[in-house]
């Protein structure tokens, strides 16, 4: 490499030119097999701006699965057993009752129990008693295991469910009857 | 530096990959140069080294952040560096591999006598000693000024110094590096 540095001594451009040779330039083919070999390394990996776009791609389909299941669950809420998505109200509840505190469970059933009386009263009304039949049997179900699981709970947590339990229980009665009535009425 | 590549480095930072590769070809000479006077010429890792480099250096070039042809060079000088770093480290863990040395790979032009190339080759090992005993600081301005033939606003740019401090810096290291060699060629002889 020719030197031409005039701020430079004799001595130190003698210097710097030796320090010059210690750096090779590459041959032709030598170049041209490093650039191939860069190409052949871009070519067997996918640029950086479509890993990206599967990583947003990949999430996005997951927030929409996401998003799309708890709205089918929250939509499924007042779903009827003659329903197809009764099944996912089933589900939701039952993903609930697992999370919960043992006290906020059977909470969660009287709770459950009593929005599907509710539920059949209403539907009754409208005359739908094949579903108001559906709902209160499950009703009976949930209660029922309340007042199994009751026993278990502390003294001092039993209380306030258990009343609210026997409310649900005679609510429950007082819509079978509303039921049987409908039947009777239906077959006279 | 020139509006060209300024404008390469832009659209390979966007993606695009002709211009990223133009931009890799442009400066392979001075990552060869490079990393030759770190490994010695004739070594024979030092292809996989410069290719590694450039290899890296494309699969993070949305990283670089940077826009002219010396900031450019200095980035791929960096990555080099470690590049170098990571097969010297490997070597020493290999110890087996230091048969491999420039001197025989260098003995090879016919029309040159044998004794000239030895010293030759001892004198560039020489000096590739006394480069390593300086600062990192004198090191990398003389490599950049003279390995690589970097002007001195370039060597500024680079190294972000002042190119008043460049040119200081250049005295006193060739002076350091002409004492380090002085001594060691009289311990030699």
Sequence with gaps: MELNEPDLTAAERELAGELAGLGVDPTPSKHAAIMAAVRRSQAARPPVMGRWRFALVAFGAAALLALSSVGAVAASNDALPSSPTYSLRLAGEQFRLAVASPAGREQLRIDFANARINQALAILRQGDRTDAKSLLRDSRSYLAQAKKDLGGLPANEQGQLQNQLNQAEANEHQAELQLNQAGDQGQS | ?189
């Design chain 2, 1 to 189: 530096m020139s509006d060209g590549q300024n404008s390469l480095a832009a659209r390979a930072k966007a993606g695009d990959r002709l211009a990223l590769n133009a931009l890799l070809e442009a400066h392979l000479g001075t990552v060869y140069r490079f990393v030759s006077m770190k490994m010695g010429a004739g070594h024979a890792e030092l292809d996989d080294i410069v290719q590694e480099t450039l290899i890296g250096a494309s699969g993070s070039i949305r990283t670089f952040r940077g826009e002219t042809n010396a900031q450019v060079a200095g980035w791929l000088i960096s990555i080099a560096r470690h590049k170098v770093a990571d097969h010297l480290r490997s070597r020493y863990s290999r110890p087996t591999d230091s048969l491999e040395g420039p001197l025989g790979a260098h003995l090879a032009d016919p029309a040159r006598p044998v004794d000239e190339q030895v010293m030759a080759i001892q004198r560039g090992e020489h000096l590739r000693e006394a480069m390593g005993q300086l600062t990192p600081e004198q090191e990398e301005v003389l490599t950049l000024r003279f390995v690589l033939g970097f002007g001195i606003e370039e060597v500024a740019e680079i190294t972000r110094r002042p190119a008043g401090a460049v040119k200081s810096m250049q005295h006193r290291a060739l002076a350091s590096l002409q004492q380090k060699l002085g001594a060691k060629e009289t311990a030699w002889n």
